[in-house]
C-alpha cells in the first residue's frame, strides 16, 4: 500500500467515528461534555493528520465571511440574552476578531543549516484545547478562539458563560457548519449545550485535553491554574489611566469619554478609573462634560455607590445586575431622568470601590493627585498586579517611560482609547483573550501551539 492509500483508509477511519459521534450532536452542540471532548479528539487527529496548512487558511476565511454576514445578528442575541452592552459597539468587536483576528500566517518556522546539518522549529498543535469564554465577549470570543485554536492545528471544546449559552451554541453551530461545508472534519469545535462547572471538571480531569484557555474573571483563572492543566490564563483587568499635564486635554477627554463607554465598558481593557494632575484636572473634567459625560455630585456618587456596589462587611463587590448598563439607566436608579450621556463621572478619592473593583459600567471615577509620582502610585494600586492594560496621555517622554515601566501591564496605550491596543483603529492584531497572568499577552494562533524541532543530520539538503 503506497502512503496515499494509508492516509485515504485513516481518514475514512475517523470520518466513521466521527460520523458515530456526530449522530450525538447537532452541529458540534453536545449534551454530554465527554461526547464532545472524544468527538474533538478525533476531529483533531483528523485535522491535523490529512489536512494541509492550506486548509487551515481556506477554512479560517470561510469562518470570517460567515461571521462578517451574522455579526448584526449575534450582536443582537447577545444583547437580548444578557441585557449588557450596546447593539453597535457588539457589532465592531465583532466584526474586529472577524478582520483582526491572525490566522496561520503567525505561525513561523525557525531553520538553521550548518555542516552537521538543518534543524527546523515549527508550532505543532496542542491537540484538543478546553476554552472556557466570558459572558462580556461571547461570540466575539468564540470567533476569535476559534480562528486562532484551528488556526494552530486544534480542536476545541468550548464552556461558555451560563448567561451567553444560547447565543454561544447559535454561533458555534454556524461556524462548525461552514467548517463541514468546507470539507474540514465535523466536530472540530463542540460545546455541552448546558455549561456548567462540573463540565469544567470533567475538561481539566480529561487525558485528551492538553491545554485549557481560560477568558474571564481571576476566580475562573485561578481555578484552572490550580487544575494541574497547562493553562493559559486571561483574567481581570482595571486598567487605570494617566493624564499628565503636558497632555493634549481635547484628545484626552474625548478618547477616555470614546473607550470607557464603548460597549458600556465591557471590555476588560477598557479605561475604568483616571488619575489626573489637579492642575489640569478641572479642565479635563469640563471637557470630558463637553464631550457629553455627566458628572454627579459627591453625594450622588454615594447614593450610587449603594446601588450598584453590593457591601459586606466592608468588602465592595459589583451588583451584576448593573454590568454593562446603559449610563441613563444608571443615572435613572438615583433620580437623574432623560440624561442624553454614554458616560458617568464622578470625583472621588484614590482609595474608593469605584477605583479599585472593575466595575465593567459605563462609570469613570476621577481621582485628583497632587503630582504626576502621585498618579502613578495610586494607578498602580489600582491596577491590583492584573498585568493587563492602562493608558497615558501626556507629551512627556519620560513620564510615558515611567509610568509604562512601573505598571507592567500587557498593554500600554499612549495618548488614545485603550480599544486602540486589540487593533480596534490602532495597528496590531486583534484578540479577545489577553493572557496577562500567564503571559502569552495578545493570543493569536501561535499562542496555541508547541514548539517542535525537526532534525537532518549530517549536512543533509546543503547547497553550499
Ligand atoms: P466570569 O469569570 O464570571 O465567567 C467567565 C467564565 O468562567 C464563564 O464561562 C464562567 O462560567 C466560568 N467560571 C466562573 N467561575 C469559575 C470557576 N470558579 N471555575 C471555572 N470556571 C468558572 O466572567 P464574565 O463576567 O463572563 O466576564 C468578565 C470578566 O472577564 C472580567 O473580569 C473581565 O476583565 C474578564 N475578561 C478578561 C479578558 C481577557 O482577555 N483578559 C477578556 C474578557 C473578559
Not at 38 to 67: F, G, H, L, M, P
Not at 249 to 273: M, P, Q, V, W
Not at 311 to 336: F, H, T
Request: a negative charge.
Amino acid at each position: 500500500m503506497d502512503e496515499m492509500m494509508i492516509k485515504n483508509i485513516v481518514r475514512e477511519v475517523l470520518m466513521k467515528a466521527n460520523l458515530d459521534i456526530s449522530c450525538k450532536s447537532a452541529q458540534g452542540v453536545f449534551e454530554d461534555v465527554n461526547d464532545a471532548i472524544d468527538a474533538a479528539y478525533t476531529a483533531q487527529r483528523d485535522w491535523y493528520v490529512n489536512y494541509k496548512v492550506e486548509d487551515r487558511r481556506r477554512i479560517i476565511e470561510a469562518i470570517r465571511v460567515v461571521s462578517r454576514e451574522n455579526a448584526p445578528m449575534f450582536a443582537k442575541m447577545i444583547h437580548e440574552e444578557t441585557g449588557m452592552g450596546r447593539y453597535e459597539d457588539k457589532i465592531a468587536k465583532n466584526l474586529a476578531v472577524i478582520d483582526k483576528t491572525p490566522g496561520v500566517e503567525c505561525l513561523v518556522t525557525d531553520a538553521i543549516s550548518g555542516d552537521s546539518g538543518l534543524m527546523i522549529e515549527e508550532q505543532a498543535p496542542f491537540g484538543v484545547i478546553g476554552a472556557i469564554t466570558p459572558s462580556t465577549n461571547p461570540t466575539e470570543t468564540i470567533i476569535n478562539n476559534t480562528i486562532s485554536m484551528i488556526g494552530g492545528g486544534n480542536a476545541v471544546v468550548f464552556n461558555v458563560h451560563p448567561g451567553a449559552k444560547k447565543v454561544c451554541a447559535v454561533c458555534l453551530q454556524i461556524l462548525h457548519k461552514t467548517i463541514v461545508e468546507n470539507g474540514g472534519p465535523a466536530n472540530l469545535i463542540t460545546m455541552q449545550r448546558e455549561p456548567d462547572m462540573e463540565a469544567v471538571n470533567k475538561l481539566t480531569a480529561s487525558p485528551k485535553i492538553r491545554l485549557m484557555v481560560g477568558t474571564g474573571g481571576m476566580g475562573m483563572v485561578n481555578a484552572l491554574l490550580k487544575s494541574g492543566k497547562k493553562t493559559i490564563g486571561a483574567g481581570a483587568g482595571n486598567p487605570p489611566v494617566v493624564v499628565d499635564d503636558t497632555a493634549d486635554l481635547d484628545k484626552t477627554a474625548s478618547e477616555i469619554y470614546r473607550g470607557a463607554s464603548f460597549d458600556n465598558n465591557l471590555l476588560c481593557l477598557a479605561e475604568k478609573e483616571t488619575f489626573v494632575m489637579d492642575n489640569v484636572a478641572d479642565e479635563l473634567i469640563r471637557k470630558m462634560c463637553a464631550c457629553g459625560a455627566h458628572l454627579i455630585t459627591p453625594q450622588e456618587t454615594e447614593q450610587l455607590l449603594k446601588v450598584v456596589f453590593l457591601e459586606k462587611d466592608g468588602q465592595y463587590s459589583v451588583n451584576k445586575k448593573w454590568v454593562g448598563k446603559d449610563a441613563s439607566l444608571i443615572l435613572e436608579s438615583i433620580g437623574i431622568k432623560d440624561a442624553d450621556t454614554r458616560l458617568v463621572l464622578c470625583e472621588v478619592p484614590h482609595d474608593h470601590p469605584f477605583v479599585l473593583v472593575e466595575q465593567l459600567m459605563p462609570v469613570m471615577p476621577i481621582v485628583r493627585c497632587k503630582t504626576f509620582e502621585d498618579c502613578v502610585k495610586y494607578a498602580v494600586i489600582a491596577e491590583n498586579g492584573n498585568r493587563h492594560t492602562a493608558s497615558m496621555f501626556s507629551k512627556n517622554v519620560d513620564h510615558m517611560t515611567r509610568f509604562a515601566k512601573e505598571i507592567e501591564t500587557t498593554i500600554f496605550t499612549k495618548n488614545a482609547a485603550t480599544l486602540v491596543g486589540v487593533g480596534i483603529g490602532g495597528e496590531g492584531h486583534t484578540t479577545m483573550t489577553i493572557a496577562g497572568p500567564t503571559g502569552e499577552g495578545l493570543t493569536c494562533a501561535r499562542s496555541f501551539t508547541r514548539r517542535r524541532r525537526c532534525m537532518l543530520a549530517d549536512g543533509g539538503l546543503r547547497v553550499i
